[in-house]
């Protein structure tokens, strides 16, 4: 365990390759949407009682997930979720999530 | 003929983001080798996700079993709610979608030459590697609870052979036994697991077994989603369950599976099943290769999920701390995917984007009742996973029947989505 550690740190064979990205951007639109994929399913088709995320426009999904950020919605879990998100990520969701069909 | 490209079509629309109009791979210029150690949550869909996003790259997925058992829903086999088959899970979809899944035991990782040397003697080299390994128990840190007595007391805290001896278990239990659960201090794998395991054993004792006892004996003084446990207790078992905290004497320190007793060192107990949750830390793959430093579990830089000990090695999912994200296979999924966003990213020589994750995990507390915690990360200059403010937390206290109702069966499709997404 040792020897593989100090191999690690002495020769350096990673190299430092992890670039951190400009600070103060978003999140790209495709990975915020995997976090609705994960309930919402495959590009927005649900089975069972979570609903699709499919056949909306950007405004209604925008819409719905403001409603839910700022508790004019009612809901069991999406309120939590949605105040996560920044009025920017909401917007790069929603126009991924309106080609989902 | 030219095939259009983000340049051609940022030409023709203006559009600022092109991602969602343009159809084609996120990553089309990506190339190189990347091998993913575990094909769990995290590293399925890390190479799930790299195969959708960046298809130029070769992608290598390496378990040691051919097929994957959830530890989620595998409290509802032990209900008797679900089987085993219901949350096992073949990698046959993830090979037809282009993953190399290799079953086989890793022995060492090769820094050197960037390659890992597998069990069989054969090297695989990589251009980066992942690793979602899981975890390993401490054995023998409750004195006399070592491998040998798992096959008596199951954990049942890595799914599978375990979930089914415990499911038999209980079974064969006569009416008016005792079932005892042993949940350990933090942090370890799944927090409300223990609790939903219990509510799940009661729901099935309540039905056939209706004189039998569970016994919580914690190696803490308070758990996770620990109101709104209580208070479905109350609601669906009512005297059924007893949740003895380490305050009360509830800290296991020794077992003996010859007398099914265990020693808190104020009493010994003895139950008709027992299951222990033993001390956990980080996989022995990962342990054993010093990528935890000093510690038992890994940490990492949140802007890559590169290893803190190692850059260049991205560790995922259980075997990791990360920040403000719990142990859950759908943290560990939310980490797959961002690490396949960054590892794509830089294959395709650009930068690493700015990373966001969630955990969303419901816990059943019976079929119709259903609790859940949410959050959304993200990370800080130091490369810390943070909890951003004022969001996420739990299913509201004193909600009625049908709010736990609603609960309940988004639980069952949150499961069929999540596995779905990754396997089918």
Not at chain 1, 1 to 12: F, H, N, P
Request: hydrophobic residues 40%; charged residues 20%; glycine residues 10%.
């Amino acid at each position: 365990m040792t020897r593989i550690l100090s191999i690690l740190l002495l020769t350096g064979a990673f190299a430092a390759t992890s670039t951190a990205p400009v600070s103060g951007e978003d999140a790209p639109a495709e990975l915020l949407a995997q976090g609705c994929v994960l309930c919402h399913g495959t590009e927005g088709r649900s089975s069972g009682d979570i609903p699709a995320l499919t056949g909306h426009s950007a405004e209604e999904i925008t819409n719905a997930m403001l409603d839910f950020r700022e508790d004019r919605r009612e809901n069991t879990i999406m309120g939590r979720l949605a105040k996560g998100l920044t009025d920017s990520e909401i917007d790069a969701l929603a126009t991924l999530i309106a080609q989902w069909e | 003929m030219h095939r259009p490209n983000r340049r051609d079509l940022m030409k023709l629309t203006g559009a600022a983001t092109l991602a969602a109009t343009f159809a084609g791979p996120l990553f089309a210029q990506a190339s190189g080798r990347v091998v993913i150690v575990g094909a769990g949550f995290g590293g399925a869909s890390c190479a799930r996700t790299l195969r959708r996003i960046a298809p130029g790259l070769n992608v290598t997925l390496i378990d040691r079993n051919p097929t994957f058992v959830t530890c989620p829903f595998s409290n509802k086999v032990l209900g008797g709610l679900a089987e085993i088959g219901d949350v096992t899970h073949d990698f046959d979809v993830l090979r037809a979608a282009g993953v190399e899944v290799v079953i086989a035991n890793v022995d060492a990782i090769e820094p050197d030459t960037n390659s890992l040397r597998l069990a069989d003697g054969s090297d695989l080299s990589y251009d980066r590697l992942v690793l979602s390994p899981g975890i390993a128990f401490k054995w023998g840190a409750l004195t006399g609870y070592g491998r040998e007595a798992a096959e008596i007391m199951p954990h049942a805290w890595q799914a599978g052979p375990q979930t089914e001896l415990l499911r038999r278990q209980l079974v064969a239990m006569e009416d008016g036994g005792t079932v005892i659960i042993a949940p350990p201090l933090n942090p370890f794998r799944c927090p409300p697991g223990p609790y939903e395991r219990a509510s799940l054993i009661a729901h099935y004792l309540k039905t056939e077994k209706p004189r039998s006892k569970i016994l919580i004996l914690d190696a803490k003084d308070d758990f996770s989603k620990q109101g709104l446990f209580i208070e479905g207790w109350e609601t669906l078992y009512p005297g059924l369950i007893e949740w003895v905290p380490f305050g009360m004497g509830g800290g296991v320190m020794a077992v003996d599976p010859a007398t099914m007793t265990l020693d808190t060192g104020f009493e010994t107990f003895t139950g008709d099943v027992v299951n222990v949750i033993p001390p956990q830390r980080a996989a022995d793959l990962v342990f054993d290769a010093g990528l935890t430093g000093e510690g038992e579990w890994c940490s990492v830089d949140g802007h890559t999920f590169e290893s803190r000990v190692a850059p260049g090695i991205h560790i995922l999912g259980d075997a990791v701390i990360a920040g403000d994200m719990p142990k859950s296979g759908f943290s560990a999924s939310s980490q797959g995917r961002a690490c396949a966003h960054v590892i794509a990213a830089l294959l395709d020589g650009g930068d690493a984007p700015t990373l966001s994750f969630v955990n969303t995990c419901y816990s059943l507390l019976a079929p119709d009742y259903g609790i859940s915690v949410a959050g959304v990360y993200s990370v800080d200059a130091t490369g810390a996973i943070i909890g951003v403010p004022d969001s996420g937390g739990v299913s509201p206290r004193g909600a009625d029947a049908a709010f736990r109702a609603r609960e309940a069966a988004y639980a069952e499709s949150w499961y069929a989505n999540l596995t779905s997404d990754i396997f089918a």
